[in-house]
């Protein structure tokens, strides 16, 4: 039995990241196996896992038995029922009530798939998005910009003449879902990638939301000129698109200083039931940028109410969000942003 001197001596295992670990499973699975699964993961995804593999190309032993001890574990929450699930489904489905009324229920419940037109889209390097955005008509641009991770969006608008991005900025906030007519244009753009026709149920993609995580990713001086132009044609579009660039939510990303001064600008009461739809930490966040009087009665306001609507918090955290951007607007404060220096 070894002492207690050689025990300290021996190095603990390190623990291999999930990456690496995923990595060394496919190097010992055959390449057809692994080309299989890897065919299912998303680009960054692969992306991932291809440099994981040359990281890990000289594994050493323990490494490999720590990946396949982490793959045993993993296994164990894998539900028997959720192998092959949707091919079993499908098929129960098809023979109890027949292949059109199937198609017809499983439209409706089973989980969306996405058109392959839109995932070739998420293959592409910028430049060749951007080439797209700039020829084709600006509908389907709108769809591609709308398909696409916000930071890459933003990259690929951002060399684009400033008339077409304040329209295709327009287009795509304007989306709400996609007939199968317009993945069918975007088919045939696409037609050189070799993507199968299909038609496909409408897709909720797009929209002020999606737009405002794209334009949270511009430089400012692009962001602000774009939503200029946008107000110039939907002035309520615009504002709802600025509205969720930053949300109540991230007022967590404000330094104290400037946090302090938006809420001391806030009414006590209407603050009270903003601060009622948050949780605990964002409760305390908020509160210890006050004094201990003006935290007290806060909280004081807090406890008195009893149930309060959600439509009366959302309107209370847009009146907190108002100021915010006027005092942004004003120079008052900093908001942190996904470009290169958005305020």
């Known amino acids: 039995m070894p002492d207690a001197a050689e025990m300290m001596d021996t190095p603990t295992k390190p623990a291999i990241e999930g990456s690496a670990a995923a990595a060394i499973l496919l190097m010992l699975l055959d390449e057809n196996e692994a080309a299989t699964i890897l065919k299912h993961l998303a680009p960054d995804e692969v992306r991932q896992l291809a440099k994981a593999m040359f990281d890990t190309a000289n594994a050493s032993e323990q490494q490999i038995g720590q990946a396949l001890d982490r793959f045993v574990v993993r296994s164990r929450d894998v539900s028997a029922l959720a192998i092959g699930a949707d091919v079993r489904i499908r098929t129960v489905i098809n023979q109890a009530v027949g292949n059109v009324r199937a198609d017809n229920i499983l439209a409706a419940v089973a989980p969306q798939r996405s058109a392959a037109s839109l995932e070739i889209l998420r293959w592409m390097d910028v430049e060749a998005i951007s080439g797209l955005l700039a020829q084709e008509h600006p509908q389907v641009g709108a769809l591609i910009l709308s398909v696409l991770v916000p930071d890459v969006a933003a990259r690929a608008i951002e060399t684009l003449d400033e008339i077409l991005q304040a329209d295709l900025v327009l287009r795509a906030a304007m989306l709400t879902s996609v007939p199968a007519a317009a993945i069918e244009d975007l088919e045939s753009v696409l037609a050189s990638a070799n993507v199968d026709g299909q038609r496909v149920a409408k897709q909720a993609i797009g929209g002020p939301s999606d737009v405002a995580k794209i334009m949270k990713k511009m430089p400012k001086s692009l ?5 200029r132009a946008l107000k110039k044609t939907d002035k309520a579009l615009a504002q709802a698109i600025e509205e969720e660039m930053f949300i109540f939510e991230n007022l967590r990303d404000l330094d104290k200083k400037s946090l302090g001064s938006v809420l001391r600008s806030v009414d006590a009461a209407q603050l009270a039931v903003a601060l009622k739809g948050a949780d605990d930490d964002m409760v305390d966040l908020c509160l210890a940028t006050m004094s201990k009087r003006a935290s007290e009665t806060i909280r004081d306001e807090m ?21 915010v951007r006027q005092m942004a607007a004003s120079g008052d404060i900093m908001i942190a942003g996904g470009g290169d220096d958005y305020v």
Do not use: G, P, W
């Open 303 to 323: 406890a008195e109410m009893t149930m309060v609507k959600r439509a009366d918090v959302d309107d209370a955290q847009k009146t907190v969000m108002t100021i």
């Open 223 to 227: 962001s602000e000129r774009t939503i």
